[in-house]
């Protein structure tokens, strides 16, 4: 293993309605230093307006960006990754087809590039070129239907997540409180509609991740702060809710939004970022059932954690902050799953991180 990790960073360049201050510049590449999980700025690809949300392609020589915009008129941008020194080189672009596009993932075969548009609940196919640059899409879908909160007034459509087997592909849709599932016809570059499972009303999942064995799920809501637990039938694509927790400590009143969720690489933590209480939820996961247990809540050093990312080596967890323009290290207790922070940098609106092992 090396001592040295890629790190690229996704901000907000220009103000968008959540984000009037924004300050960054483009894509952002530092060094993280594993010995004492400092960040060395190397470059800034810019040149695209607020690269919300990165992805790499499945070879790790191409990453993915989308161009966010509330209104119409956004994109979704490739870029090839230099093999000598991790730096961008731009491929090209295409409309994303949709309002505040806001996720984006390459499926296993390398074959495509799969979006979500959050402001109107719509989804993109795009077929890769043998460069890793893009078609234009092969295919949109837009969900309809609401949900209690005023923020569900339509299909808000905010995560697309592979199966482990990549049979089938889930899409968390926060205005409609349902986790809508599909398959991909990797002929056609078309979703295929599968099943829907339905969360609590006004929960507004997120993000939602895969136990890396594929046995369980875990959708993260937005809007009550809950996790949802389910055990999953890969053969049959079905998702069935076992147990549901919150993100925020008992007695908490303040205002608070989650953001991401992630599983540590050896299977037995799980991390959830809340914004507002501006902290990292620790659990432990049960390995036989996959159910939680809090460990402890770890304020992130900075206001509005937006995303968070673990190290491949299981060492280290970053944590950006939209609006205190900062990205925290901390050292993962391989025992308990705790986190210490051990660095800090100054970052402008950090999004999106991501890494890539030299």
Known sequence: ?????????????????????????????????????????????????????????????????????????????????????????????????????????????GQYVLTANYMDGSACVYPIRNDGSLDDASQRIEHHGSGPNPRQDRAHIHCVTFDRSARFVFLSDLGMDKLVGYSLDLDKGQLVPHNETSIQPGGGPRHFVFSPDGRFGYSLQELDGSIVVFEYDEVKGELNPIQTVSTLPEGFEGENITSTLLIHPSSRFLYAANRGHNSIAIYLINQDRGTLEVVDWQPTGGTWPRDFNIDPSGRYLLVGHQDSDNIVTFQVDQETGSLQPVAESEVPTPVCIRFLEV
């Open 1 to 109: 293993m090396t001592d040295k990790r890629l790190v690229y960073v996704g901000t907000y360049t220009d103000p968008i309605a959540h984000v009037p201050d924004s300050t960054g510049e483009g894509i952002y590449l530092y060094e993280l230093d594993l010995t004492d999980g400092s960040l060395t700025w190397l470059d800034t690809m810019a040149g695209i307006v607020n690269p919300s949300y990165l992805a790499f392609s499945p070879d790790r020589t191409a990453l993915y960006a989308v161009s966010e915009l509330n209104e119409r008129g956004g994109h979704v941008a490739s870029f090839s990754i230099r093999p000598s020194d991790g730096t961008l080189e731009y491929l090209n672009q295409q409309p994303a087809h949709g309002q505040a596009a806001c996720y984006l993932v390459a499926d296993v075969t």
